[in-house]
């Protein structure tokens, strides 16, 4: 589908919402505090580093205890849930770049699951409230927190 006056030249959507036919459900662990909303977000985790102020995931209670080994100055991988982005475009044309690309071969939240992933550091953490707070990230205030991995370099890092 294309030629919706909201989406630019070249960009093609999927014709139907993702959102309305799932395959699986995906529980929220938390949300993200962070000082960003809508008009003001930084485009990626470099410029909200560049910013200097950080954010804090905060987990629903009963989430709280797998934050157990978690250390302050650990590297983490944050999932969140992109929830105000669109599901139906598979090329954009963002405008730092020349032509339309598909979704998977940018970054933008816009995607059929508006997953986003982030390597951040924890700079304090607090294991009884479920607070772990980090360096930096891109999303808006209260956005929805998916999963925290460790980020490990024997693993994480391409060979």
Known sequence: MTGSPDIREGEVTVGFDPAQTPDASVHFIGKVQSPWSPGDCPKNLRQAREDGRGAVLVLKPAFAP????????????????MHAARRDMVVQAPRHLDEPRGSFAIRSPNRPNP???????????????????IDAIDCFDGTPLVDIKPWLPTIDTPA
């Open 66 to 81: 797998a934050l157990a080994g978690l250390e302050v100055g650990q590297a983490i991988i944050v999932a969140y849930w």
């Open 115 to 133: 997953v986003s992933l982030g390597t951040v550091t924890i700079t304090a953490i607090d294991l009884d409230a479920g607070r772990v707070e």
